[in-house]
């Protein structure tokens, strides 16, 4: 048995069952405190098909961690050995906060879904910062996205000026830098998706640009729930903004639209999100410059799908929890063996082909 099959195996028949058991947040709590563990073992080498070059930066492979999973940081070194190409941690806010009460994370298993409403639980920006300086002074090798959001008590004049701190005290520490306004959890957040809104946070980012000594490339993250002229209109503000990318897309606030019916308040993710997630990469791929594609993904079939619709490279999170830590090199095996039979010589080949 390769050593993808045998953890395969061992979250499917030990590892899940268990953690099943237990309550969700608990369940990441323990799965968190064991990737923390892991010590950054050297990795096979990802084949050099699957490399991608975006914003001028060279990544090993297209697949990343989706934001919420590590949100203060604590288990980078476990993703770089699970064989992802970058991690995207946080929602990092600038103070510490709670987050929402619980409970607040649940599993529909039956759709292989989650629903959560954590309202960005963080450390704060100090403590996540000092731990990444940690890290990368310990040379992980793992791209780092870092993705921000706004404190919850903080009044909507100061929301701009949230981004804008985020920014200058944690931009140097970050490969690429994650601007979240579609979470579905923080009052009002969404509302910072309008093309004038936009324009307030960037206008506040690029005032205190100085205090980044290097220029990070800046994305945006937007909700699956837009229609589609608000879609595009967002991301024609952020090619003029010249913001480097877009993240596409949050987890969704629709239930009956993707044929889950649920009690539970907050944000839908997993198998119920992957075709409305790939209908709006494959909407918004000529109307922006780098393209994140999320949600839905537990397969290298999945991740090639969004890939040929228009993401340049994929994350995922949901996915995980249903099939276990041995999913990226999974992804990453399954993605070359599609290249292989298609005649592709490169992953960025593929980019949009379906369009
Ligand atoms: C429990 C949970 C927490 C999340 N927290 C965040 C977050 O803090 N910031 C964010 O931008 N997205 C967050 N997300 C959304 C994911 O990053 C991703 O966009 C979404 O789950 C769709 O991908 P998936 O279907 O692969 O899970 C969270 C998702 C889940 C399931």
């Known amino acids: 048995m390769n050593p993808v099959s045998t953890l395969d195996a061992l979250y499917r028949w030990m590892l899940r069952p268990y953690l099943f058991g237990l309550d969700a947040e608990s369940a990441h709590r323990l799965t968190l405190s064991m990737l923390s563990a892991m010590p950054p073992f050297s990795i ?40 992802f190409g970058f991690a995207e941690l946080g929602t990092i806010t600038p103070r510490p906060q709670p987050g929402n009460e619980g409970p607040r994370i649940w599993r529909i298993r039956e759709r292989e879904a989650l629903i959560n409403s954590l309202g960005f639980p963080s450390e704060g920006m100090d ?41 200058a005290r944690m931009g140097a520490l970050a490969d690429f830098v994650v601007i979240n306004v579609s979470s579905p959890n923080t009052p009002g957040l969404r509302n910072w998706q309008s093309p004038q809104k936009m324009r307030e946070i960037f206008d506040a980012i690029r005032e205190r640009a100085g205090e980044t000594p290097h220029r990070v490339p800046i994305l945006l993250k937007i909700a699956p729930d837009l229609e589609r002229d608000d879609l595009l209109r967002i991301c024609d503000t952020a090619l003029e903004l010249k913001l480097d990318g877009i993240v596409a897309c949050n987890s969704t606030v629709a239930r009956d639209a993707v044929g889950v019916s649920s009690p539970h308040p907050g944000g839908l993710s997993g198998q119920p999100l992957k075709i409305r997630a790939r209908e709006l990469i494959h909407d918004i791929y000529a109307h922006t410059d780098g393209l994140v594609g999320v949600g839905g993904i537990a397969s290298a079939e999945d991740a090639w799908l969004h890939i040929r619709a228009g993401a340049s490279m994929v994350e995922l999170y949901t996915g995980l929890i249903y099939e276990g830590p041995a999913l990226a090199a999974r992804i990453k095996a399954g993605l070359a063996d599609l290249l292989q039979r298609g005649g592709f010589r490169s992953i960025s080949e593929v980019v949009g082909i379906d369009r």
């Open 127 to 167: 403590a996540v910062a000092r731990r990444i300086e940690r890290v990368r002074k310990a040379g992980i090798t793992i791209r780092l996205g870092l993705n921000f959001g706004p404190n919850k008590d903080t009044q909507l004049t100061g929301v701009a000026a949230d981004y804008a701190a985020l920014i």
């Open 44 to 83: 096979p080498k990802d084949p050099p098909e699957l490399a991608v070059k975006l914003w001028g930066i060279d990544f090993s492979n297209p697949v990343g961690l989706a934001a919420g999973m590590d949100k203060d940081a604590v288990a980078v070194s476990g993703w770089q050995t699970l064989g």
